[in-house]
């Protein structure tokens, strides 16, 4: 197998500043319950680093929720849109 | 690791991460530091060069070159938060991929830099050109030197996320 470029790397789509908002969490507490550095968590909410398996399980545990609710490989809905649903479906 | 290791590890991870060196980090920072940086090493070589005609002067301009060198490398070096030169234990995954990128960079220029002063070497001698000054060579000697101990802080403090 060729080795993959990391141009080819999938995006992945998280939660991470709505549930550290939600839950009114700095980034700097975020990152010391997580144990990185607070630069990481802010590159993990803006989409430049995407996390290792074991990071992104420890983020999940922070807010109590499954990976897959935290962390997506398609975007995720606006929360709005969740809520009150888009216009079509109103 | 031990206790002491460990602590000192801390420390210097704390003391490279100092919220005051905050204004450093910056890319245009960090991009003129790397530029003063390799111009404190091109001065150096010249420094090098004059030192056969002129010890006393060329002796002074070392002095200056070591400090402009310190500060600039003392500098660098907080701006990217010593990411290069501190052991895993005190790094992050994302900071620890940044050095692992950053030491692959820095070793495909070092060698490429390497190759072309062996090359020079190879040219000098077939063109049995006449044996440079002390200074040449003293200076053939000690930049690769202080390059290979700047080159990986350099790259790293180019990195756009460091």
Redo the contacts between chains.
Sequence with gaps: MPPRKRSDDVELFNRLALLRAERGMSRQELADSVGVHYQTIGYLERGEYSPSATLALRLAAVFGLPMEAVFSLTPFRALSEQVYGTQEER | MNTSTSTRTQRRAARL?DPRFETMRTPAVRRRLVAALIVVLVVEAAVFCLIDRAPVPAVIGLAVVILAFVFCFGALKAST?GVEELPAEA?????WQLRGEAYARSYRIGFGLLTLELAAVAVWLIRDLPVPGTGVLAAAVLLPFHLGLVLPTMVTASSR?V
């Design positions: 991460d938060r790094l992050d995954e994302r900071q996320t």
